[in-house]
């Protein structure tokens, strides 16, 4: 039977329905509910068919129902090219488009060879509600089955199509990149508050550049946290993950991040500390981030007085040399201002806080692990540390197949000589791959990488003589007699740390 033919039998039966309804009133009211009950059954008898309804809107919420929402997409995705008359919903910044059945279309479905039809529709309401849901307009779903398979179509087919609309409504979803500012209410109260932007970074883990094995063991590490709701709650832990992301400037740790967030299709809260006022300021924060997600802090190392003592006075020397003008910012920031302490870190990290939301990756960034205070980064607190380093060979493949389509060539042999002998970042070797004009193919890219890193080698040993002279004469001169040269050069190395340990209190 068709989906029309069903239709005309359900007109033919409401039409009957209604004559009766007129002449009900004429029969006595005994023999006129023993009619109905008889005309019920027949009309079961004829007709086989099972229905069952979803509307747009239960009851007294104002909310959308999940499920009518879950089988919109379902329908959408599975049945779009079926159904003749469709429904544009622009999404993504008018992006995308994605389509949905109209109203009162038709379109049939099919699951485990059991044939399912679906309609849309919609009623006029009853009456006016004060609080009207856009239109007044009450739309539905309509699932039509035969009968015989009334429980497969009810247990099973039904969880499927909320499952798949589900999964479906989350791959569509537009994901977030989320920062702290702050901003000023009406009392002129300052408070931190998150804005975003759309996420759309296209760092994927097959476009960042590392050892293949450290990237699939990345890739699993994610992979079973994402899945492992239960397990978390059947050990008593908050379902959340610390990552540490370290290396030299360059080296992929911001990419990593975007990679993760792409991977696993979770939002991103980049947590700038210098902004925040406070500790409750940062509890506030935390409360305000949604689950699946990722919460970053970069540079910790600059965003944080780690030692959880006071801030330094003097001025450190070697961030006034940071080549990074937004570490160097956030370094003067955090002189400025820095009243998040490490405790207060702590306890957003694992402490009672950390267990509002779930699903979440708590990742932070340095230059310098060195600096960090254990505390800060002990297992539990940050469970796995990603040392992102120089390139090597293998990172240098990757960066090849991405940047130039090439996977072997005579020309690696000598790259990889080179690679071993200076210490390049993959920022750098993926900039000397770019071609720089239409005319340059993949071997003039390499050559121009080969002259590149031959320039590094030969700037480097330069380098290296130049300081050994230096240091031969602050020996030579500690040798004459001099006050303790060598002890000075280290104390000028180190001054921050010693001036910043008089000033502390
Ligand atoms: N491992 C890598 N794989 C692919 N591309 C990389 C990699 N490392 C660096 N790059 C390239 O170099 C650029 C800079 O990398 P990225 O910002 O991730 O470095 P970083 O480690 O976060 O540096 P910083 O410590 O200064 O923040 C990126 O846009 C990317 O194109
Ligand atoms: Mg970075």
Redesign the pocket.
């Known amino acids: 039977m068709m989906i029309g033919d069903m239709t005309q039998f359900g007109s033919v039966m409401a039409g009957a329905m209604f004559i009766w309804a007129i002449f009900k009133q004429w029969f006595p009211e005994e023999l006129g509910n023993h009619i109905e009950k008889y005309f019920q059954r027949l009309v079961t008898y004829f007709y086989p068919y099972i229905t069952i309804t979803f509307h747009e809107y239960q009851g007294d919420e104002f909310e959308r129902s999940k499920a009518y929402t879950a089988i919109e997409r379902y329908l959408s995705t599975n049945s779009s090219n079926r159904a003749k008359r469709l429904k544009a919903n622009v999404i993504k910044d008018c992006k995308s488009v994605v389509l949905s059945m109209d109203d009162y279309e038709e379109v049939t479905d099919e699951f485990k060879g059991i044939k399912i039809w679906w309609s849309s529709s919609k009623s006029a309401p009853q009456q006016r509600a004060i609080f009207s849901y856009g239109d007044d307009e009450k739309r539905y779903y309509k699932l039509t089955s035969h009968r015989k398979h009334r429980d497969i179509v009810t247990q099973v087919y039904v969880q499927h199509v909320l499952d798949e609309g589900n999964a479906i409504e989350t791959k569509t979803r537009q994901r977030k990149l989320y920062t702290n500012s702050k901003s000023e209410n009406w009392y002129g109260n300052k408070r931190t508050m998150w804005s975003h932007i759309m996420f759309e970074h296209p ?1 994927t883990f097959d ?4 050892d293949p094995k450290k990237k699939e063991e990345i890739l699993n590490d994610l992979l079973t946290f994402s899945k492992s709701k239960d397990y978390y709650k059947k050990v008593g832990k908050s379902w959340k993950r610390g990552y540490l992301l370290y ?10 991040i975007a990679a993760m967030a792409n991977f696993l299709d979770y939002d991103i809260y980049d947590l700038e500390l210098t902004s925040v006022n406070d500790n409750t300021d940062l509890r506030k924060l935390l409360i305000d981030t949604s689950s699946k997600s990722i919460i970053v802090i ?2 910790i190392d600059c965003s944080l007085d780690l030692t959880g003592q006071r801030k330094k006075k003097e001025k450190d020397n070697k961030d006034e040399n940071d080549p ?1 003008p937004v ?1 160097k910012n956030k370094k003067a920031k955090k002189e400025k201002k820095s009243e998040v302490t490490l405790s207060g870190l702590l306890n957003f990290i694992d402490g009672l806080w950390s267990a509002c939301g779930s699903e979440r990756l708590i990742v932070f ?1 340095t ?1 310098h692990v060195e600096k960090l205070d254990p505390a800060l980064i002990r297992r539990g607190r940050m469970d796995k540390h990603i040392e ?1 380093s120089y390139c090597c060979f293998k ?1 240098f493949k ?2 090849a197949k ?1 940047y130039l389509d090439v996977e072997s060539h005579d020309l690696f042999l000598t790259i990889g000589r080179l690679l071993e002998e200076t210490n390049m ?3 750098d070797v ?1 900039e000397s791959l770019m071609p720089k004009s239409a005319e340059e193919d993949a071997e003039s890219c390499l050559k121009g990488l080969i002259k590149f890193l031959e320039n590094a080698k030969e700037e480097a040993r330069v380098k290296a003589v130049e300081d050994a002279v230096i240091k031969c004469k602050v020996e030579g001169a500690g040798e004459k007699g001099e006050d303790d040269g060598d002890k000075k050069v280290h104390e000028c190395d180190d001054s921050s740390e010693s001036e910043s340990s008089d000033s502390d209190d």
């Open positions: 760092s476009t960042l550049a590392m290396g030299p400037p360059g080296t992929g740790k911001s990419s990593m970069e540079d990074n570490r960034t230059n992102m990172t990757v960066l991405n970042t993959p920022a993926a």
